[in-house]
C-alpha cells in the first residue's frame, strides 16, 4: 500500500514562531497538496503543487504560508510567524496525475500543531 | 463554489444492521467524487472514486453509487471496525482542489 508521510506528528510552537511542516509524497506522485483540518470541523484544502509551482492555493494560504519541494522527494510547508488560530491537523496528499482515471489522492496520518 | 453537504452528521448502528450514508453535491462540471474513511487523530484513508452517474463501486461492505445530484455510501452487515467518520469530497472538472463534506460520524455496536 502507497503511503504519503508527515512530520512532525505533533508539534506545539509559540505563536509568532515559523514552523515547517515535511511530507514525504508517494514515489512517482506528480501532483501534491496541503489540506488542515481544524479541530470539529471540516477538511480545507490549502494549497496545490504541481511542476515545481503552486497550481492553485485557497484564501486561506496567504502571504503567512509558502510552500517548497527542496528535493526530488521531500514537499515542506512553511508557516510564518503563526497565530493562535493555525491550530490545525495538517494534512500533506499526493495523487499521480488529474483525469477521469487512476486519479486517487492519497492523505498522510497529518502534523498535528498547536500555537499557544 | 462547490458545496458538498453529508447526512446524517451522526449514525449510530447495531452490528449486521445494513444503513446509508447520503452525499449531496453542487459542482461545475464533476471530475470526480471521492469517500473517504477517516479514524480520530488520523488523515483521511482513500475508500472510492467517482467520476460518472450510474457508476457503483464496492469495497468489502460498503459499496458506493453515484447519480449527477448525490452519492451514497451503503454499509452492508456492519462491523464494529466499521466505526469511522465517512468524508465524501468533490473535485471539478477544471479544478485540482477537492471539497470536502463535513462528514458522517458512524458508531456501530456490537
Known amino acids: 500500500e502507497p503511503e504519503v508521510t508527515q512530520t512532525p506528528s505533533h508539534q506545539v510552537t509559540q505563536m509568532g514562531q515559523e514552523v515547517i511542516l515535511r511530507c514525504v509524497p508517494i514515489?512517482?506522485?506528480?501532483?501534491f497538496y496541503w489540506y488542515r483540518q481544524i479541530l470539529g470541523q471540516k477538511v480545507e484544502f490549502l494549497v496545490s503543487f504541481y511542476n515545481n509551482e503552486i497550481s492553485e492555493k485557497s484564501e486561506i494560504f496567504d502571504d503567512q504560508f509558502s510552500v517548497e519541494r527542496p528535493d526530488g522527494s521531500n514537499f515542506t510547508l512553511k508557516i510564518r510567524s503563526t497565530k493562535l488560530e493555525d491550530s490545525a491537523m495538517y494534512f500533506c496528499?499526493?495523487?499521480?496525475?488529474?483525469?477521469?482515471?487512476?486519479?486517487?489522492?492519497?492523505f498522510g496520518e497529518g502534523s498535528w500543531l498547536t500555537v499557544v | 463554489e462547490d458545496q458538498v453537504t453529508q447526512s446524517p452528521e451522526a449514525l449510530r448502528l447495531q452490528e449486521g444492521e445494513s444503513s446509508s450514508l447520503n452525499c449531496s453535491y453542487t459542482?461545475?462540471?464533476?471530475?470526480?467524487l471521492f469517500w473517504y474513511r477517516q479514524d480520530p487523530g488520523k488523515g483521511p484513508e482513500f475508500l472510492f472514486t467517482l467520476y460518472s452517474a450510474g457508476e457503483e463501486k464496492e469495497k468489502e461492505r460498503l459499496k458506493a453509487t453515484l447519480t449527477k445530484k448525490e452519492s451514497f455510501l451503503h454499509i452492508t452487515a456492519p462491523k464494529p471496525e466499521d466505526s469511522a467518520t465517512y468524508l465524501c469530497a468533490v473535485q471539478a472538472y477544471n479544478d485540482y482542489k477537492l471539497s470536502f463534506g463535513a462528514g458522517t460520524t458512524v458508531t456501530v455496536r456490537a
Open positions: 514515489s512517482n506522485h506528480l501532483y
Open positions: 496528499a499526493s495523487s499521480g496525475r488529474q483525469g477521469s482515471s487512476g486519479n486517487t489522492i492519497y
Open positions: 459542482v461545475s462540471g464533476l471530475r470526480g
